[in-house]
């Protein structure tokens, strides 16, 4: 769970470990946090797409 919020939530690792399991629990199984890990992972699937494309136009050369 700490993991995850340094890596969704942007905490750092001394403030996820000091943060309550409750309280942690609550903030990940927010639906605004589920509606930011979407967009979060939209976004990366976009950045994925042009690095591909771009890694395919530069084999072609």
Same mark, same amino acid.
């Given at each position: =769970?700490?993991?995850?919020?340094?890596?969704?939530?942007?905490?750092?690792?001394?403030?996820?470990?000091?943060?309550? =399991?409750?309280?942690?629990?609550?903030?990940?199984?927010?639906?605004? =946090?589920?509606?930011?890990?979407?967009?979060?992972?939209?976004?990366?699937? /976009?950045? /994925?797409?042009?690095?591909?494309?771009?890694?395919?136009? /530069?084999?072609?050369?």
């Amino acid at each position: =769970m700490r993991a995850e919020l340094v890596m969704y939530a942007g905490q750092p690792f001394d403030v996820a470990s000091a943060m309550s =399991m409750g309280d942690a629990r609550s903030l990940l199984d927010s639906k605004t =946090m589920d509606g930011w890990k979407k967009a979060r992972d939209n976004q990366t699937a /976009i950045l /994925i797409g042009i690095n591909n494309r771009l890694d395919s136009l /530069i084999r072609a050369r």
